[in-house]
């Protein structure tokens, strides 16, 4: 399996492919792969001539460094494991150097304000840099299509705000959130959940499902404070937030409507590691 270290090697090779217009799929990751990212790959796969798989922990979009430092970095497992279930995916592991030149800061990004709500108040220039990430690797790729997992439904919606404000030629492709048995959605920090914790986790999920039954019957206001004072009775669990939103705008739900298409969101700590998940509360 080709894996290519730097973005001037990988748009060489992609040359060829670009010119005969032959379908380009990419899959951005910054690695620690799961089953969730597998799918988004064999999604790719099937759907493309040829799949790019980029695994790069991007710095400028973390607003920790603790978690910067600690987050999973398992470069030749990932590798291993695309290689087994793909023929026609090729690696981009660049170093930070290269993919940012030495200036290793993002730009200032407007994306219509989508970028304050939910993570955006608690991250504070979180979608800056996954603006600036995206934008420089489309940029290198040239992708036809490029998938994105829903669990970040929030950055989904980002990407494909910065597709349309950029005139970007590429078809984002959102894919359904993969979850464990327990119904925790995977993510590349679960690897660093004890045992226990992941069995506390999974009422994250068991949560959303019930605030889904409630929000069919109850106002978004009755749900979002029966999930608070659930969670916060939880001692293993720490809430940071819960938000009922509009899918499109993002913006809090204050009252629903029938033309409008709703999905809860939460933020979750565990053992001081930080989890993310959502449900679409329309079907």
Known sequence: MLVFKTKSLLINYLKSFLDLNKPVGFVPTMGALHDGHLALIKNSSKNNKLTVVSIFVNPTQFNNLEDLEKYPRTLEKDIEKI??????????????????????????????????????KH???????????????????KPTNAYFGEKDFQQLQIVKKLVLKNKIDVTVVGCPIYREKSGLAMSSRNERLSIESKESAAVIYKTLQIAKEKFGTKSAQEVSL?????????????????????????????????????????AVYIENIRLIDNISLNN
Not at 91 to 118: H, L, N, R
Not at 123 to 141: A, N, Q, S, Y
């Open 83 to 120: 290689k087994n279930i793909c023929s026609n995916c090729i690696i981009f592991a660049p170093s930070v150097d290269d993919i940012y030149e030495g200036k290793t800061c993002a730009a200032s990004i407007e994306f219509d304000g989508i970028e304050f709500e939910m993570e955006g």
């Open 123 to 141: 991250r504070p220039g979180h979608f800056d840099g996954v603006g600036t990430i995206v934008k420089k690797l489309f940029e290198i790729v």
């Open 226 to 266: 029966w999930v608070i004072n659930s969670l916060n009775k939880n001692k293993d669990l720490k809430l940071e937030y819960f938000e009922i939103a509009d899918e499109n705008t993002l913006k809090t739900c204050v009252r629903k409507a029938k033309n409008k298409k709703y999905r809860a969101f939460i």
